[in-house]
Antibody, heavy 117, light 110 residues
Framework: QVQLQESGPGLVKPSETLSLTCTVSGGSIDNYYWTWIRQPPGKGLEWIAY???????NSNPSLKSRVTISIDTSKNQFSLKLTSVTAADTAVYYC???????????WGQGTLVTVSS | QSALTQPRSVSGSPGQSVTISCTGTSSDVGGYNFVSWYQQHPGKAPKLMIY???KRPSGVPDHFSGSKSGNTASLTISGLQAEDEADYYC??????????FGGGTKLTVL
């Protein structure tokens, strides 16, 4: 069965770039929308962006100018970069497989990224 | 793109039914049959419970059901069980290849 695993630094300094990778195992990265979602401590879920396996992407309008999402089909991985981070970007970041309408499953276990100097 | 509106909390006794609402607009919930619901236990990743408004993935108990009327979607949990106590989030397609989540509802089983 398909499993997803996030990886990346747990601590990022303000104004720097947050970089995370999601590795997909147990299945192909083809034919789905590969999605990033985040959850600030004690708060709700926020959709960040998704990328279709062909490379087309879209992101949350509130984050669009700072978000880059990419995919490496040869490694079965997709990645997130969020620039100019502030404390407000501190959150658990999840990756998930989905379709255009959501249908997000499965999810990775999530990784906490703290923005602090 | 505003978050969908959910009640902050709901509660019910074992065996009872509860309904969690998710209110959006004609640009999201009301405009598409792409509403999904997620269950999240503390410290865990969310789990898909309902997709495309009413469909239940394999393995999700049949006492979970979804519906929609106008701009409001609903998740009904009948025959409440202790293990249903969790946070629940709705999510809708919002057009132009975007998704939007609700603020989340904490379900307490009394």
């Amino acid at each position: 069965q398909v499993q997803l695993q996030e990886s990346g630094p747990g601590l990022v300094k303000p104004s720097e770039t947050l970089s995370l990778t999601c590795t997909v195992s147990g299945g192909s990265i083809d034919n789905y929308y590969w999605t990033w979602i985040r959850q600030p401590p004690g708060k709700g879920l926020e959709w960040i962006a998704y990328m279709y396996y062909t490379g087309s992407t879209n992101s949350n309008p509130s984050l669009k100018s700072r978000v880059t999402i990419s995919i490496d089909t040869s490694k079965n991985q997709f990645s997130l970069k969020l620039t100019s981070v502030t404390a407000a970007d501190t959150a658990v970041y999840y990756c998930a497989r989905g379709n255009i309408g959501g249908l997000l499953t499965p999810w990775g276990q999530g990784t906490l990224v703290t923005v602090s100097s | 793109q505003s978050a969908l509106t959910q009640p902050r909390s709901v509660s019910g006794s074992p065996g009872q039914s509860v309904t969690i609402s998710c209110t959006g607009t004609s640009s999201d919930v009301g405009g598409y049959n792409f509403v999904s619901w997620y269950q999240q236990h503390p410290g865990k990743a969310p789990k898909l419970m309902i997709y495309d408004v009413t469909k239940r993935p394999s393995g999700v108990p049949d006492h979970f059901s979804g519906s929609k009327s106008g701009n409001t979607a609903s998740l009904t949990i009948s025959g409440l069980q202790a293990e249903d106590e969790a946070d629940y989030y709705c999510c809708s397609y919002a057009g132009s290849y975007t998704l939007v989540f609700g603020g989340g509802t904490k379900l307490t089983v009394l």
